[in-house]
């Protein structure tokens, strides 16, 4: 069979992180997380079995990957033929349209895509939770980007338990996220390669799967009843502690740049003066900044003066996988 099938799968930016592993091999995460799918931000996933063929082929944003780039989109094509008892290698033709690797989720889209785009071309019908468990064997936070809208994944303690469930899946709140373009270069240290040095050597790592059970039993409520200020102030808290495990590992490093840092106090100012708005970030210095649509204007004003308009998108929840 050599049916190519598309599908798109949009980031996700968590609002409770997952920043570590219990298990590298079945990627199990050390604690549950929460995230909001974007609009603005996704993957485009083609992929064919070919009996023709004597190796998987992989394509990203028009750039064949060798075998070591490749071997994580490999291991998920690995997985599917094992469960589709298919032996087959495939065509994999990837587009993102979000920055690779600047800590703008793009390894959540990418593999959320992947794991839709492979099953079905294999002939497997799998049903969103199990689409999540083999997205989540290709990226962590990508087990969440199957799902539109407020996502939590479950940590669980093995293969099943462990996938993402939409809290909100349609959103109706008016809520949007404002990302940032400050450095779309690809970052120095990945976040597979950072949480595990966190893991290993942060004396605070302990404290932090404290504050995620803390933050995720206090952010879902406030999320059900569209509490802003609570869900604003739980993710940019939450979003600290995750950078603290940063600084505080050995060797340290941070994701930060000196236009991070005045990024957030400008959110800063905006609070003061009374815009009501909150920033959190992921493996990179790209700010996002959660806010009240009815706010946008003010915000995206500040920051279009500041950085200029290109470096300025605005994002609103967005859909889940869908097949094209
Ligand atoms: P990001 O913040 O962009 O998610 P990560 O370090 O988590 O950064 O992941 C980046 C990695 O994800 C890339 O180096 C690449 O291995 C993989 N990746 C990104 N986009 C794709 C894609 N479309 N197809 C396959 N792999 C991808
Ligand atoms: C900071 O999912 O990119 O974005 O599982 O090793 O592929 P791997 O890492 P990845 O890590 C995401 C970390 C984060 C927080 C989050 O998305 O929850
Ligand atoms: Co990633």
Not at 42 to 65: H, S
Request: proline share 4%; glycine share 6%; charged share 20%.
């Amino acid at each position: 069979m050599t049916t190519a099938v598309t599908a798109r799968a949009h980031t996700n930016i968590a609002l409770v992180k997952y920043w570590g592993k219990a298990d590298a091999t079945l990627m199990l995460p050390q604690t549950s997380s929460l995230s909001l799918t974007l609009d603005q931000f996704y993957t485009d996933t083609t992929v064919a079995f070919d009996p023709t063929l004597t190796a998987d082929q992989v394509t990203v944003n028009q750039v064949r990957l060798d075998e070591h780039a490749s071997r994580k989109v490999r291991h998920v094509l690995d997985l599917v033929r094992t469960q589709a008892d298919r032996p087959t290698f495939a065509r994999v033709s990837s587009t993102n349209h979000v920055p690779m690797a600047a800590g703008l989720a793009s390894s959540a889209s990418a593999f959320a895509a992947l794991a839709g785009a492979a099953s079905r071309a294999a002939g497997l019908d799998l049903s969103s939770r199990d689409l999540s468990r083999l997205a989540r064997r290709g990226s962590g936070s990508a087990t969440r980007s199957i799902f539109g809208g407020f996502v939590e994944w479950h940590a669980g303690h093995d293969d099943a338990s462990s996938y993402a469930e939409p809290l909100v899946e349609s959103v109706t709140w008016p809520v949007a996220m404002v990302a940032l373009v400050l450095d779309a270069h690809r970052k120095k240290v990945s976040s597979r390669q950072g949480m595990q040095t966190s893991v290993a050597t942060s004396p605070y790592y302990p404290a932090w799967k404290q504050v995620v059970a803390h933050d995720l039993a206090a952010i879902k409520p406030a999320i059900l009843d569209q509490d802003f200020t609570t869900v604003g102030e739980i993710l940019e808290t939450n979003a600290m502690r995750m950078h603290a495990l940063t600084l505080s590992a050995d060797p340290a490093y941070s994701y930060f740049n000196g236009a991070t840092l005045q990024a957030m106090q400008t959110v800063r100012d905006l609070r003061a003066a009374g815009v009501a708005c909150y920033y959190t970030l992921d493996a990179g210095p790209n700010l996002k900044i959660f806010c009240q649509v009815a706010d946008l204007p003010a915000i995206t004003a500040r920051f279009r003066q500041d950085l200029g308009a290109e470096q300025v998108i605005v994002a609103h929840p967005g859909p889940g996988l869908s097949w094209r």
